[in-house]
């Protein structure tokens, strides 16, 4: 099967199944109810799926310490639950996308429990160990400030394990062949059962040389092409997404020079970017990291995101610039983590205004590559600062005003549901917003069937276009003769902007708005003037055929209408 490129032109929802919709009443989300909502998300538009860990698991990194990769863990329901599920969304025209968590395991695992035990057991080298603690065991932690040490001294063991994340989370040998061939076993057991990609956790880690006396990993990027290959060859279209917060001069070794390695990479030099454009109306340094990350193969695409299940790391930005995010996104010490990030949800962090909210969605659907939602964004649900770490920006979906925002019919649910303040599921939640035409939820069901209407932003190449004000952003994307441009002002006062769209002749001269009615035609200098008010934006297609005939109508040139091929 020949792989269609599908996700070029996506748009991906990530939830969590624990969390999502409970059916049978326990207090937890399950498959069950996740399927009963699948009619949900095929109305929002949603193309593709993508499920947090759901495996087997103690529960003590929400999921993310995985103790048995090949089944469901019995929280959530069933295999055959997962089948049905995976099925109805086939059936809707949707496609699933997993986590695969392959840099650890739980220290639950049996694989674990028999390499602690037993020296001479196979699993002994699936797993990285040293007789003494390393020198550098206090270096390299994913989360300073609670983790303390990479090595950890285990007992039964009698030797020091290596865990890049928490010490219950032992990595994986990947060097291993062994280790290698159980991983192409995990991804084909899954991709049997209806799973069309993976969301692949933490990759640097995982082609990255471990050991005491490794310093500096070297990165095994060959084994990003052996997965590749696997997945095509169990199922041409399937894909990998991969979660690498490198820098943009490593980008091709993880796509690969003729793409054969990842499909998908999120782009989280735009996303820290991006968040700084946002809190200093300067978007200068956002179109730097957009032309950073502009080199690709054809084949490969950029995962956007604006947030998601973890803190929004600002490790990349400079210190005055991540300062500035922090005193507008941030300022209390209590809604940052790990000393490099913010651990609030998006639309307390720009004060539940929904025109803001309309400019934030509206560059994410309309920056190089392809959107990630993260459920609860098309709501604007916030978040519990109560909650320890990552877990505030975890809680669950609000469908409703009915007890637990009607998502478990339980008095206890996994984990407490927002209530009560502007964030409680008695104001926020779905049914809510379903029955107000100008609600962020309509809003979003509208923007995400535009955004498939313009396949140029997944598909073409794009050029930004200069403006003399950094608060405004103008971009063009280019397609089989296609044009499409869009605008957006960051500040929060109007602004006036000229420009040029740097399409020639007469298809050039008119730009026809998508949201409304906002149509530009060319002043007597041949340019584009607009006003556009604070936190504004505008999608235009460029010489679109339906008003170029209604112009040329009303002008009685018929005969100079261009012609413009449809998409």
């Not at 089948?83 to 059936?91: G, I, L, P, S």
């Not at 060859?233 to 943009?248: F, K, M, T």
């Not at 990630?372 to 975890?394: F, K, Q, T």
């Not at 149509?519 to 055929?545: A, Q």
Request: net charge negative; glycine share 8%; charged share 25%.
């Amino acid at each position: 099967m020949i792989n269609d490129l599908w996700y070029k032109n996506a748009v991906i929802y990530c939830l969590s199944v624990e969390t999502f919709m409970d059916a049978n009443g326990d207090g937890v989300g399950d498959f069950q109810g996740l399927a009963r909502r699948l009619d949900y998300l095929h109305g929002l538009g949603v193309s593709a799926v993508w499920l947090m860990p759901f495996q087997k698991s103690p529960g003590r990194d929400d999921g993310y310490d995985v103790s048995d990769y090949y089944g469901v863990d019995p929280r959530y329901g069933t295999l055959g639950d997962f089948v049905e599920f995976t099925h109805a969304a086939k059936q809707r025209g949707m496609r699933v996308l997993i986590d695969l968590v392959i840099n650890h395991t739980s220290d639950q695992h049996p694989w674990f429990q028999e390499a602690r035990r037993d020296p001479a057991s196979k699993y002994r080298d699936w797993y990285v160990w040293s007789k003494k603690k390393p020198k550098n065991a206090d270096q390299g932690m994913v989360f300073p400030g609670v983790q303390k040490t990479t090595w950890t001294y285990d007992d039964v063991a009698k030797a020091y394990y290596f865990h890049r994340f928490y010490d219950f989370q032992p990595d994986l040998n990947t060097s291993n062949p062994a280790v290698q061939a159980e991983i192409l076993k995990i991804m084909g057991f899954w991709i049997q059962l209806g799973v069309s990609g993976f969301r692949m956790d933490a990759v640097p880690f995982i082609i990255g040389t471990k050991g005491a006396d490794v310093t500096t990993p070297t990165e095994q990027y060959d084994m990003l092409r052996t997965f590749r290959e696997f997945m095509q060859w169990r199922q041409g279209d399937s894909i990998a997404l991969a979660e690498a917060n490198v820098l943009p001069e490593t980008d091709m070794q993880y796509f690969g020079s003729d793409g054969d390695r990842m499909h998908m990479m999120f782009n989280f030099q735009v996303n820290q970017n991006l968040f700084y454009a946002l809190a200093a109306a300067d978007t200068r340094p956002l179109v730097k990291a957009m032309k950073a990350t502009k080199p690709r193969p054809a084949t490969a695409q950029w995962g956007l995101f604006l947030r998601n299940h973890d803190e929004l790391d600002l490790g990349r930005l400079e210190e005055e610039q991540r300062q500035a995010v922090f005193a507008a996104f941030g300022p209390d010490e209590s809604m940052q983590l790990y000393d490099r990030g913010i651990r609030r949800r998006l639309a307390p962090m720009l004060g539940g205004d929904q025109r803001r909210l309309e400019l934030a969605y509206s560059l994410l659907f309309t920056l190089p590559g392809t959107p990630v939602l993260r459920y609860g964004d098309e709501i604007g649900m916030g978040d519990d600062l109560s909650l320890p770490e990552r877990n505030c920006a975890r809680t669950p979906m609000q469908w409703s005003n009915e007890p637990h925002g009607g998502f478990t019919k339980s008095d206890k649910p996994v984990m407490p549901v927002i209530s009560g303040g502007p964030w409680g599921y008695e104001h926020v939640n779905a049914a809510i917003q379903r029955r107000h035409p100008q609600s962020l939820l309509n809003w979003t069901e509208r923007i995400i069937r535009m955004r498939k209407e313009v396949p140029e932003v997944g598909w073409g190449d794009f050029e930004v276009i200069t403006t003399r004000d950094p608060a405004v952003l103008v971009v063009r994307y280019d397609w089989r003769n296609n044009s499409v441009l869009f605008v957006h002002n960051l500040g929060d006062t109007p602004r006036e902007v000229a420009f040029a769209t740097g399409v020639d002749g007469e298809h050039g001269k008119v730009l026809v708005d998508l949201l409304g009615n906002d149509h530009l035609d060319v002043d007597d200098k041949g340019k584009h003037r607009l006003v556009i008010e604070g936190w504004g934006y505008r999608w235009y297609r460029v010489g679109g055929l339906d008003y170029l005939l209604r112009r040329s109508e009303i002008d009685g040139v018929d005969d100079k209408m261009p012609a413009h091929p449809a998409p």
